[in-house]
């Protein structure tokens, strides 16, 4: 069974700095898709970023990039000049079905 | 523009009372999914359907049921709702053409009184 393991319950960040949310992953798969969701506070859950395990690249949505280590299966968000909108609970999951327990990141002005 | 839509938003209903909660979807999506999300908790995934295959999560309770009439629509029904089942419950909905990306609904949020 695939587990997904986000270790940092909370974070917070200065407007215009930059963060990282970390993920880790189990699997015995060799292809299979990451996603980062963004679920605001009463709003419902949006798709951030996606990375197909095939790509070498690592993927990148305007101020959100990964850093995808396949074979330390490890899956990192870095959002770079934070945005006081960027405040939610951000959930990585393996393959969409499933997630990790989520990260609640705030940020500050 | 195309969704996922839930309804109700928030449901009340009482202790082992049956209650049925309706998603439905305009983006023609083959694959449906219902999660059980409690606060401050990652989303759990009860069942889902490709198409109208049922798949069956091994620990969801035989006390969730699921029924997809057609393409759009999918229920999920609580045969009798204990006051562990209160929650926010997401429906979401998926295409193998769209690379899995799942898009949700608003969610409706249950209270057992």
């Known amino acids: 069974a695939q587990t997904v393991t986000q270790s940092q319950p909370e974070m917070s960040v200065q407007e215009a700095e930059t963060v990282t949310l970390s993920c880790t992953y189990d699997?015995?798969?060799?292809?299979?898709?990451l996603f980062w969701y963004k679920q605001p506070p009463s709003r419902q859950m949006i798709l951030v970023i996606r990375q197909e395990a095939y790509k070498q690249q690592n993927a990148t949505e305007n101020r959100f990039s990964v850093n995808f280590q396949k074979a330390a299966k490890s899956f990192s968000l870095k959002i770079s000049d934070s945005q006081l909108g960027d405040t939610a609970m951000y959930f990585c999951?393996?393959?969409?079905?499933?997630f990790g327990a989520g990260t609640r990141l705030t940020v500050k002005p | 523009d195309a969704m996922v839509i839930q309804n109700p938003r928030y449901q009340v209903t009482q202790f082992g009372k049956p209650v049925t909660l309706s998603c439905s979807q305009t983006l023609n999506h083959n694959v449906m999914y219902w999660y059980q999300q409690k606060s401050s908790q990652a989303p759990k995934l009860l069942f889902h359907?490709?198409?109208?295959?049922?798949?069956n999560e091994a620990d969801t309770p035989d006390n969730f049921q699921s029924r997809r009439p057609n393409t759009s629509f999918c229920f999920l029904d609580i045969r009798s709702p204990g006051l562990g089942d209160a929650a926010m419950y997401l429906c979401?909905?998926?295409?193998?053409?769209?690379?899995?990306?799942?898009?949700f609904g608003p969610g409706t949020r249950l209270l057992v009184l």
């Open positions: 999951a393996f393959n969409d079905m499933r």
């Open positions: 699997t015995s798969e060799n292809n299979y898709y």
């Open positions: 979401a909905t998926s295409s193998p053409h769209q690379q899995e990306t799942q898009y």
């Open positions: 359907y490709y198409d109208k295959d049922f798949n």
